[in-house]
């Protein structure tokens, strides 16, 4: 079956420090991902996107890595601030046309100041 | 301001007694979802529509209803609401319809900010 995992529940990062969270697919033909993230008592929040041509995508502060090969994506931050705190998760195209998402557990970062 | 509007974002109710949590869109999104997060399962989809009077189950559908009769509005019914269905809900929207070549603007989903429902 269809399934997105992330490696580590929990993620504890030093304000201003780069972080690192890990997303784990099983789809093989996925072609489209999405990272999300939650603030505490709010809905998911997109974050950035990458489809299966891509290797690489980058936003201000975000870039995200895509590794077909091993079925295997990361978002980066760089300079990793209070208010990154949250819980990020990682999501692709469900197969069909339903446009479903399908969630990782998520991972929650903490910014220690 | 573009959101996705959800009532209530508390309820608390008792088991059999009918509840509706609504949900409302200011974009002109075609595309309507619900969504279930519980602690290890994470986000699961409940119901979605692609466009009004459009509806179909996602994973996890038992004991819900919904119903699209205009656009902006995707209400999530409970009909006999039972513990086990106690859970974080979230009303989601995107631009995408039922055109193929709208697959990447369906999926970029906004979400409203959740309702917590407890069936006691």
């Known amino acids: 079956g269809e399934s997105v995992g992330l490696h580590l529940p929990t993620l504890s990062v030093q304000e201003g420090d780069n972080s690192i969270i890990n997303c784990a697919y099983s789809?093989?033909?996925?072609?489209?991902f999405i990272w999300y993230k939650q603030e505490s008592g709010k809905g998911p929040q997109f974050i950035i996107d990458?489809?299966?041509?891509?290797d690489k995508r980058q936003g201000q502060r975000v870039t995200v890595l895509l590794n077909k090969t091993v079925k295997h994506l990361s978002r980066q931050i760089a300079a990793t601030q209070p208010g990154d705190s949250a819980v990020y998760f990682c999501a692709e195209i469900g197969s069909g046309n339903t446009g479903k998402l399908i969630f990782g557990q998520g991972t929650t970062l903490q910014v220690k100041p | 301001e573009a959101q996705v509007t959800q009532n209530p974002r508390y309820l608390i109710t008792v088991t059999g007694k009918k509840l509706t949590v609504t949900c409302s869109q200011n974009?002109?999104?075609?595309?309507m979802s619900w969504y279930r997060q519980d602690p290890g399962l994470g986000l699961r989809q409940i119901y979605y529509s692609m466009n009004v009077e459009v509806t179909d189950k996602g994973d996890v559908p038992e004991g819900y209803k919904v119903s699209r009769k205009e656009k902006r509005n995707f209400p999530l019914i409970l009909e006999s609401p039972s513990p086990n269905q106690t859970s974080l809900y979230f009303c989601a929207s995107s631009p995408g319809g039922l055109a193929a070549q709208q697959i990447r603007k369906r999926n970029i989903q906004y979400f409203g900010a959740g309702t917590r429902l407890s069936v006691l």
């Open positions: 990458i489809r299966s041509n891509m």
């Open positions: 789809n093989s033909a996925s072609d489209y």
């Open positions: 974009m002109n999104h075609e595309y």
